[in-house]
């Protein structure tokens, strides 16, 4: 059955209180139709479980987010704190409090990626010299490691040890609302990055990005630190919404399919932002 027909799913959510129902929107059933998205954490009331640190949310693909961070929240935020967000706190986690993570989830090194983030920059958001992570696969400072992040109120995607390519900035304010997303190509070894357009921004260095390793392991709003056994370089704000596919939507002909999944992700965001 197309997705598309499913109005009503009855489901239970591993480790998370059941529910007789889960209702779809139609922004929902355009998003789920997106045979490439394999990842979509929003937090809900009715999705997450806090048991002492640890902190479960069930992702609408089937995907849990974890993280053993007590610094890391669910509450209300965007504009007017309108929407149910992930809070971040900034900094690193404790020792042996891991950072949100999404379990059992790695980049695929020969198909590329697409991931795109909801977000508003916290009030206390330094515009320079502090990164500030959306997403990341692998481990800090490894030599396979993804990382796409603001530094110096630019956007930033890295693959290892090799530069970081960067755009121009000033992009970002203190408080303000963005979609922000990166994509990489493993063939042609290009990576995009976009915020609030569905256009990439260009880019300020032009250093070749090789592909990432495989058993990259995904995590949001932050990166493991080199051990595996804490978070680093963590995001500042809310986050909304998390979305991952396992395609790289970089080249032309994918330009068509990543402005429509953009305009869908951006359709519920209009006191937040504007998309161009």
């Known amino acids: ?40 954490i929003k937090p809900d009331a009715d999705n997450m479980r806090r048991s002492g640190k640890a902190l479960r949310i069930a992702g609408r693909k089937g995907y849990m987010a974890y993280t053993g961070d007590d610094a890391i929240l669910i509450g209300d935020g965007m504009t007017g704190d309108a929407k149910p967000v992930i809070k971040m706190p900034g900094n690193t986690t404790g020792s042996g409090e891991l950072p949100l993570h999404v379990q059992g989830y790695e980049l695929n090194e020969s198909t590329g990626y697409f991931v795109a983030c909801v977000i508003k920059f916290g009030a206390a958001m330094v515009a320079s010299g502090v990164p500030y992570t959306f997403f990341a696969g692998g481990v800090d400072t490894s030599d396979h490691d993804v990382q796409f992040y603001m530094l110096n109120n630019a956007m930033a995607l890295s693959h290892g040890n090799i530069a970081a390519q960067q755009t121009t900035g000033p992009l970002f304010t203190a408080g303000g609302c963005y979609l922000v997303w990166a994509s990489y190509d493993p063939a042609s070894k290009v990576g995009a990055v976009g915020v609030n357009s569905v256009s990439p921004r260009n880019w300020a260095t032009a250093n070749v990005l090789e592909p990432a390793g495989a058993g990259r392991q995904v995590a949001i709003g932050g990166k493991f630190n080199v051990p595996g056994t804490a978070g680093t370089q963590m995001f500042l704000g809310d986050m909304a919404e998390v979305f991952i596919c396992d395609e790289q939507w970089v080249t032309p002909d994918k330009e068509m399919i990543r402005a429509d999944f953009l305009a869908d992700v951006a359709s519920l965001y209009g006191a937040d932002f504007t998309l161009a």
């Open 1 to 40: 059955m197309a997705v598309s027909a499913i109005t009503r799913v009855p489901f239970a959510l591993p480790n998370m209180p059941a529910r007789p129902t889960y209702e779809l929107t139609d922004r929902d059933r355009r998003l789920l139709s997106y045979d490439a998205l394999k990842v979509w």
